[in-house]
């Protein structure tokens, strides 16, 4: 007899009936910013970056602060997913896990040895190491009935842990300077919002409050401001119902359902179209061929697909892991290809590593294109899985 779930949806897999939405909205942020940028408003998008409001630019705002929002909903889903999800049991968390660390650290090898011979790139390691979530499942989600679903929910997880690690290093490589004043209030911030949680205060708005006195104090402390959005999430409190299920008033299920929209068509996009604008006339065979561009380039193209694959080949192989059911050898190198789609964090990362225009619009280029290459590489590699299947794989009912 099968019993009905009443579990209510994570984001993640609400966030997978909808996420063509939010993928094509990106995709046409991003585009739109290429053309802004090579149009005759180039000169006021890019003034309008450096307008300073409240003491911000535009540009930091839209960096530091709905990029908060953007880690926030990361830091939830991680959160939700390891607490009562895909990510809730070992066996669950090791291929995707396996899948994340080879797709973080292939890319990074490709990039650092193509950058070998030019120092001032090697800050840049990173950012070819993550997957933009809402641009591969987008891309699957245009691909309809030729993805088994297990894929979806397999890309979904390695993208969360593919998220968490990008924090990590952001937090542990890109932090330049500390100011100790900042630091205790930010400590000092994060007690109070533990001892909420301790105190299972269930109402959101005081964590809200608190969690932006938190934001302020890391972004004066040093530490990337962003990651307080990923503190706070860890502090919100997730409920179980009698059936031992997420509760659907859960405050961790309230705030990052409420938050998912917002990101998903709000957030990322705007994040898009202000950091995507690359002037192309000023674009020549030098910046196509600089080593920053690719090492960007090929550590997504080339990197994520080759990282994903072995690593996964390696894991069920080896009897750590099986492979998603239904999916043939095939589809899930189609995925691992579609790992190379970078864009958001990629970007974001870019911020943080090169201060010089230059450099920035260099990896800006490489970023664009080994992410266009990946989505029609596993879009290729997934008509051809649709033609010829894996004889070992069972048709799925």
């Known amino acids: 007899m099968t019993?009905?779930?009443?579990?209510?949806?994570?984001?993640?897999?609400?966030?997978?009936?909808?996420?063509?939405?939010?993928?094509?909205?990106?995709?046409?942020?991003?585009?739109?910013?290429?053309?802004?940028?090579n149009s005759p408003l180039a000169d006021g998008y890019f003034h309008a970056l450096h307008v300073y409001i409240g003491g911000l630019s535009v540009g930091h705002w839209v960096?530091?602060?709905?990029?908060?929002?953007?880690?926030?909903?990361?830091?939830?889903?991680?959160?939700?997913?390891?607490?009562?999800?895909?990510?809730?049991?070992?066996?669950?968390?090791?291929?995707?896990?396996?899948?994340a660390l080879g797709g973080m650290v292939a890319p990074a090898l490709i990039y650092v040895a193509v950058n070998l011979h030019t120092p001032a790139n090697l800050r840049g390691w990173a950012i070819p190491a993550a997957t933009d979530i809402a641009f591969a499942l987008g891309v699957l989600s245009l691909l309809g009935s030729r993805v088994p679903g297990s894929l979806k929910i397999f890309l979904a997880a390695l993208a969360i842990i593919d998220d968490l690690g990008a924090i990590l290093i952001i937090a542990i490589f890109y932090t330049d300077h500390l100011t100790l004043w900042a630091l205790g209030g930010a400590a000092a911030t994060l007690v109070v919002l533990v001892a909420m949680n301790r105190l299972k205060v269930m109402k959101l708005w005081p964590y809200l409050i608190v969690g932006a006195g938190l934001w302020f104090f890391f972004l004066r402390s040093g530490v990337h401001a962003t990651l307080a959005g990923v503190i706070l999430a860890m502090t919100i409190p997730i409920t179980k119902s009698p059936s031992h299920l997420d509760?659907?008033?859960?405050?961790?299920?309230?705030?990052?359902?409420?938050?998912?929209?917002?990101?998903?068509?709000?957030?990322?996009?705007?994040?898009?179209?202000?950091?995507?604008?690359?002037?192309?006339?000023?674009?020549?065979?030098?910046?196509?061929?600089?080593?920053?561009?690719?090492?960007?380039?090929?550590?997504?193209?080339?990197?994520?697909?080759?990282?994903?694959?072995?690593?996964?080949?390696?894991?069920?192989?080896?009897?750590?892991?099986?492979?998603?059911?239904?999916?043939?050898?095939?589809?899930?190198?189609?995925?691992?290809?579609?790992?190379?789609?970078?864009?958001?964090?990629?970007l974001f990362i870019n911020n943080l590593a090169f201060k010089v225009p230059v450099l920035q619009d260099e990896t800006k280029i490489g970023v664009l294109a080994g992410s266009l290459l990946s989505a029609l590489l596993g879009w290729a590699i997934f008509n051809l899985a649709s033609r010829r299947r894996d004889p070992h794989i069972p048709s799925q009912a």
């Not at 209510?8 to 897999?13: E, F, K």
């Not at 960096?63 to 809730?88: C, H, P, Q, W, Y």
């Not at 299920?253 to 917002?262: A, D, Q």
């Open 3 to 37: 019993i009905a779930r009443s579990r209510p949806l994570s984001a993640v897999r609400a966030f997978l009936r909808s996420e063509s939405a939010g993928g094509l909205l990106l995709m046409g942020s991003a585009a739109l910013a290429l053309v802004v940028a």
């Open 247 to 346: 509760d659907a008033h859960s405050p961790l299920h309230r705030l990052e359902h409420g938050l998912n929209p917002w990101v998903a068509y709000l957030v990322v996009p705007v994040f898009g179209f202000a950091n995507a604008g690359v002037a192309l006339g000023q674009v020549g065979l030098a910046e196509l061929t600089a080593p920053a561009t690719l090492g960007a380039a090929l550590g997504l193209f080339l990197g994520k697909p080759i990282g994903v694959g072995l690593f996964c080949l390696a894991a069920i192989k080896l009897g750590w892991a099986q492979r998603p059911s239904g999916a043939s050898w095939t589809q899930l190198f189609g995925v691992s290809a579609l790992c190379g789609i970078g864009f958001t964090m990629s």
């Open 63 to 99: 960096n530091d602060g709905l990029m908060a929002v953007f880690f926030l909903l990361v830091g939830l889903e991680i959160k939700r997913e390891t607490v009562d999800g895909e990510l809730s049991t070992w066996s669950r968390r090791v291929l995707p896990g396996v899948a």
